[in-house]
């Protein structure tokens, strides 16, 4: 099973709201990724968490707060947000960092700031 | 940091043709090279990938190859068909003993085939 569940599927939330997207695996795998994509780009690097510790974070805004409770579940926090943070947040799993393991993409959570 | 460029950006062929995405990429370091698969609406999907330690795979009507010396590798689809028309992503992926990295993507390719 190479499943990785986000939840949820869309959000539209305000300017002042706080919510959070939520990434589970249950494939063991010991790194977990926020990748953001806006409509026609490629998916863009944003956190990468190396057996629950955060080991990337690619110049991130403090308005994206990720979490890793435990080995299978990844959030992302979202407080203050931006109409252009508007895109398809995509969480991802593999065995460990490091290259040459397979990277699988969950379906993807659609926000909307407005 | 890695930077990968793709082309072309849209690829338009007759069904049943073949048809080839090209990339490059900038670090050495780089290992890893896989190429996903997405349609509109949907989360990418692995298609195929490859490691530098071989130069070519294939996976039935798929194949990619990879010249490290150049720094290149490439999307080989024959015999295409309607379904294959997405966007295709190729990506680069170096581990640095000090650090951990996810893919680098290159830009796109949006293929289309023509019925």
Request: proline residues 5%; aromatic residues 10%; glycine residues 6%.
């Amino acid at each position: 099973d190479t499943e990785v569940t986000q939840t949820p599927k869309h959000l539209v939330m305000g300017m002042t709201n706080k919510k959070s997207l939520k990434c589970e695996q249950h494939m063991g795998h010991r790194a977990m990724y926020w990748y953001k994509q806006k409509a026609k780009k490629p998916p863009e690097l944003m956190f990468v968490y190396s057996y629950e510790k955060l080991s990337i974070n690619e110049s991130v805004p403090s308005r994206f707060s990720p979490e890793c409770p435990n080995s299978s579940l990844l959030n992302l926090h979202l407080h203050a947000l931006q109409p252009e943070d508007s895109a398809l947040y995509l969480c991802a799993s593999s065995i460990r960092t490091g290259s040459g393991n397979t990277i699988y993409f969950g379906e993807g959570s659609w926000l909307t700031v407005v | 940091g890695e930077n990968v460029e793709q082309h072309p950006s849209t690829l338009s062929v007759q069904e049943g043709d073949s048809a080839v995405i090209k990339c490059t990429y900038s670090d050495s370091a780089s290992n890893y090279f896989p190429w996903y698969k997405q349609e509109l609406g949907k989360r990418p999907q692995l298609i195929i990938d490859i490691r530098s330690n071989v130069g070519e795979k294939k996976d039935q009507r798929i194949a990619v190859t990879l010249n490290k010396t150049a720094k290149h590798f490439s999307l080989h689809i024959t015999e295409t068909q309607p379904e294959d028309s997405a966007v295709y992503f190729c990506a680069a992926s170096s581990y640095s003993g000090g650090g951990a990295d996810g893919l680098t993507f290159g830009k796109g390719t949006h293929l289309i085939i023509q019925p």
